[in-house]
């Protein structure tokens, strides 16, 4: 039975820098590479039992917010916000460049989320309550910005996330964490502007973090003294009108399933699908392998995957279906 006796501190304490409560991030790739914002930024090869200090490379100062998607990672600091790109074999930064505020923007961003199917793409809040001025989306990984608060009540925005799986047909899915709950911008095009509160039962309360798991498909809301909320976020099984050509998860079957690590999985599409596009995910939405598969060439290499649960995305006619495969 554990008990908070069973516990190791890897990171001292430091009072004059670091925040009282420090963000930390797995790698999406590479579960053993872990970042902690913790005064300057600190980061771990050997999944968190030893951390050094690399805040010094991208010289923002103490860390108050960090993302990391594929091979890019945000920081945003005291005394400034960068984004760089991260080699999980070296461990080492490169091309670190300034992430530029939106006009008019004199404050830091609060958070930063780089998730996202498109490697230039990334979504980022602005603190406080400036009415009109809350959420923005940046096309060219932060050199110049597109507002997209549009209808989003004049709250406080805490945390985004952008959702990469699971999305059906829908172009685009944001959440934002706030001091009342959870909205989500759900985009059939670029033309859909609707911010809507996400979760009937959801209670009118700060959500401080957000995150998805990847393999059940779950958004995870943590909140301030009501505790800790999930919701289905499997558009491509929950949503209606989306799916015209009736095809369902369970038409794609994967063998073997469980399967092994340095093994190749075998697809069966459904009757009628000649190929499809596909993505491997991680828990954490990472993009672990992706590619184009057919009856003809319908096996996918598990090499260097690590042993665990993951999702295997299909998208055929612009929808997504989901299946969970275990790795031993």
Same mark, same amino acid.
């Given at each position: 039975?554990?008990?908070?006796?069973?516990?190791?501190?890897?990171?001292?304490?430091?009072?004059?820098?670091?925040?009282?409560?420090?963000?930390?991030?797995?790698?999406?790739?590479?579960?053993?590479?872990?970042?902690?914002?913790?005064?300057?930024?600190?980061?771990?090869?050997?999944?968190?039992?030893?951390?050094?200090?690399?805040?010094?490379?991208?010289?923002?100062?103490?860390?108050?917010?960090?993302?990391?998607?594929?091979?890019?990672?945000?920081?945003?600091?005291?005394?400034?916000?960068?984004?760089?790109?991260?080699?999980?074999?070296?461990?080492?930064?490169?091309?670190?460049?300034?992430?530029?505020?939106?006009?008019?923007?004199?404050?830091?961003?609060?958070?930063?989320?780089?998730?996202?199917?498109?490697?230039?793409?990334?979504?980022?809040?602005?603190?406080?309550?400036?009415?009109?001025?809350?959420?923005?989306?940046? $096309?060219? !990984?932060?050199?110049? +910005? *597109?507002? =997209?608060?549009?209808?989003? @009540? %004049? #709250?406080? &925005?805490?945390?985004?996330?952008?959702?990469?799986?699971?999305?059906?047909?829908?172009?685009?899915?944001?959440?934002?964490?706030?001091?009342?709950?959870?909205?989500?911008?759900?985009?059939? $095009?670029? !033309?859909?502007?609707? +911010? *809507?509160? =996400?979760?009937?039962?959801? @209670? %009118? #309360?700060? &959500?401080?973090?957000?995150?998805?798991?990847?393999?059940?498909?779950?958004?995870?809301?943590?909140?301030?003294?009501?505790?800790?909320?999930?919701?289905?976020?499997?558009?491509?099984?929950?949503?209606?009108?989306?799916?015209?050509?009736?095809?369902?998860?369970?038409?794609?079957?994967?063998?073997?399933?469980?399967?092994?690590?340095?093994?190749?999985?075998?697809?069966?599409?459904?009757?009628?699908?000649?190929?499809?596009?596909?993505?491997?995910?991680?828990?954490?939405?990472?993009?672990?392998?992706?590619?184009?598969?057919?009856?003809?060439?319908?096996?996918?290499?598990?090499?260097?995957?690590?042993?665990?649960?993951?999702?295997?995305?299909?998208?055929?006619?612009?929808?997504?279906?989901?299946?969970?495969?275990?790795?031993?």
């Amino acid at each position: 039975m554990a008990s908070y006796t069973d516990q190791t501190q890897i990171i001292a304490p430091n009072e004059s820098t670091a925040p009282f409560v420090c963000e930390v991030v797995i790698h999406d790739q590479n579960p053993n590479h872990v970042f902690a914002g913790h005064g300057e930024l600190k980061y771990s090869k050997d999944a968190g039992l030893t951390f050094q200090d690399v805040g010094q490379e991208l010289k923002v100062g103490p860390t108050d917010e960090v993302d990391q998607y594929g091979d890019r990672i945000a920081v945003i600091g005291k005394n400034g916000q960068k984004l760089a790109r991260y080699d999980t074999v070296t461990g080492t930064f490169s091309n670190v460049t300034d992430i530029v505020k939106p006009t008019g923007i004199t404050s830091n961003f609060n958070s930063i989320c780089l998730a996202s199917t498109n490697n230039m793409i990334m979504y980022a809040t602005i603190p406080g309550l400036d009415a009109g001025n809350k959420v923005y989306k940046s $096309t060219d !990984n932060g050199l110049t +910005w *597109t507002n =997209i608060t549009f209808d989003l @009540p %004049n #709250v406080v &925005v805490k945390k985004v996330l952008n959702q990469v799986a699971g999305t059906a047909s829908f172009e685009e899915i944001i959440y934002v964490a706030t001091n009342v709950g959870v909205y989500g911008l759900i985009r059939e $095009t670029e !033309n859909s502007k609707k +911010w *809507t509160k =996400i979760g009937k039962l959801f @209670p %009118n #309360v700060t &959500v401080y973090d957000l995150d998805i798991n990847y393999t059940s498909l779950k958004l995870y809301a943590s909140t301030h003294g009501r505790g800790f909320w999930e919701l289905d976020v499997n558009y491509s099984v929950n949503s209606t009108g989306i799916n015209d050509n009736k095809l369902t998860e369970d038409q794609f079957q994967i063998y073997p399933n469980p399967s092994t690590a340095n093994q190749s999985v075998q697809i069966e599409l459904p009757q009628y699908v000649n190929q499809a596009n596909y993505t491997l995910l991680n828990y954490v939405g990472g993009n672990l392998k992706s590619g184009v598969i057919s009856r003809s060439n319908n096996l996918i290499s598990m090499d260097g995957i690590y042993p665990g649960l993951y999702l295997l995305s299909f998208e055929v006619d612009h929808v997504r279906y989901c299946k969970k495969i275990v790795v031993k």
